[in-house]
């Protein structure tokens, strides 16, 4: 059965959310186009829904990659994209329809395992330090061991982004290992909007939702909405979402990889530094329908960070790898992420 069908509510409520004036589909057909040589001064960027991805909005606003090009004598052409789900921004990289890809650390592991001594793809950056909720309008989940056949949750990918990932370990520690995937049948992939929206209504087939800020905090407006599982209690403070690309682009594309770098390593000082001017760009640059004061208590608390450092990425790695859904072990975070001699990254 198609989402449509199963999920009739969701044109009705597909901007109330977050807007975003792009249209997913319409995206991911111009994305599937045969990938094409890309010279030296044109990056494409792939980014998803949700404050987790501001570092971008702020580098897009203050065209801070046109910036530091300019220093290496370079006019870089940049090309934003927005898609959902780590699957779709996957198969774009891998498609050669994008350069740079927005998605969870879930994702990156993922193609990091099935590119591996091929493409070879690998992390470039985190884009911060973010807790992500599971949560339910169904008054008897309490924990994830109450939901049941009649109950469906939302994530932006089944089995691959970030949110089922953690689902997954989430699982993994309740049942064991070999029942790590027990809620996957649970799952449905829907765009963080529209999964806020139906759940916020209620009356549907969706009682919970592997959200991301602001979407959770938009959701936990509803007294009927609370949190099931807090993605810092299960793992600790943690980067969920992260930037990466092939080993192809950012040796052949060394000034314009460079410049985007700087970008986003800008981009997270001025984030984190003021995120009063953050909230000002989030709101502007992706239309989202959250007042400047909402947003300012989401990313105003002490638990979210703003920082291209990636932050307790490997217990998810090694999971993942101890359940058989990567075939690499990676034997630390620098496995999976690209480091550069004149600035390594310093992570974990």
Known sequence: MSLGNRFPFIPKFARLAGGIGLSVSLLVGGLAAPSVARAEGQIRIAEQFGIVYLLLNVVRDQQLIEKHGKVDGLDIQVEWNQLS???????????????????GIGPLLTVWDRTHGRQNVKGVASLGNFPYYLVSNNPKVKTIADFTEK?????????????????????????????FDRLDKY????????????????????????????FQNQALENPDVHVVLDTYELLGPNSPTVLYSTEKFRTENPKTYKAFVAA????????????????DTYIRVTGAKISREELLKVIGSEQIQ???????????????????????????WQDYFFQDEEHPLQGS
Not at 187 to 214: C, I, Q
Not at 264 to 279: I, M, R, V
Request: hydrophobic residues 45%.
């Open 85 to 103: 789900g780590g699957a779709a921004v996957n198969d774009a990289l891998l498609a050669g329809s994008i350069d740079i890809a927005g998605a």
């Open 151 to 179: 109950d469906r949750i939302a994530v932006p990918a089944v089995g691959v982004s970030v949110q089922s990932r953690f689902l997954q370990y989430a699982a993994a520690k309740q049942w064991g290992d070999k029942e």
């Open 187 to 214: 799952t449905v992939a829907l765009p963080h909007p529209d999964a806020t929206a139906a759940l916020k209504s209620g009356g549907t087939e969706l009682t919970g939702h592997f959200s991301n800020p602001p």
């Open 264 to 279: 986003l390593a800008e981009a997270a000082e001025f984030a984190q530094n003021d995120k009063g001017a953050a909230a």
């Open 306 to 332: 703003f920082s291209v450092t990636p932050t307790n990425t490997y217990p998810l790695a090694d999971f993942l790898h101890r359940v058989g859904a990567i075939k690499n072990k990676p034997a630390s």
